[in-house]
């Protein structure tokens, strides 16, 4: 998401190798993560030689809390039950963890994400 930020002017497709390579990871997992991001509306494609990926939306308007609910909504659940003696306590104190990094999620968006990355160092 925060490479496709770095190039979202609207237009502008950025190619699955291209991501792949820029974030060191496998082609075919990438694409796997691009499928949920684009059925949640984040992201959207092109097919063809000349296709590829862009924002669905400006950067400034996708939260981290989002990315995370279309990749892997199950890290933001609390699957704590609340059987035993101590179950109650401890679900309840779970839940206020899940809620307060949910609530830190949506505070980062993905145009911050991008432009925190800086400039890369080269050394002589």
């Known amino acids: 998401m925060t490479q496709l930020a770095k190039y979202h002017d609207g ?3 950025t190619r699955l ?3 792949a390579q820029r974030e060191a990871v496998s082609g075919n997992f990438l694409v796997q993560i691009l499928n949920d ?3 949640a509306g984040l992201i959207e494609s092109r097919r063809g030689k000349a296709g590829g990926y862009l924002l669905g ?3 400034d308007q996708i939260t981290l809390r ?3 609910e279309a990749v892997d909504p199950a890290l933001l659940q609390c699957s704590v039950t609340r059987d035993g003696d101590s179950g109650q306590a401890v679900r309840r104190a779970w839940e206020q963890v899940s809620s307060g990094l949910q609530q830190s999620l949506d505070q980062i ?3 911050s994400l991008a432009s925190n990355q800086g400039a890369p160092m080269f050394y002589i």
């Open 11 to 13: 237009r502008t497709l």
């Open 17 to 19: 190798e291209d991501l």
């Open 37 to 39: 991001l684009r059925r």
């Open 57 to 59: 939306r400006a950067a």
């Open 66 to 68: 989002q990315v995370v």
């Open 109 to 111: 968006t993905v145009e």
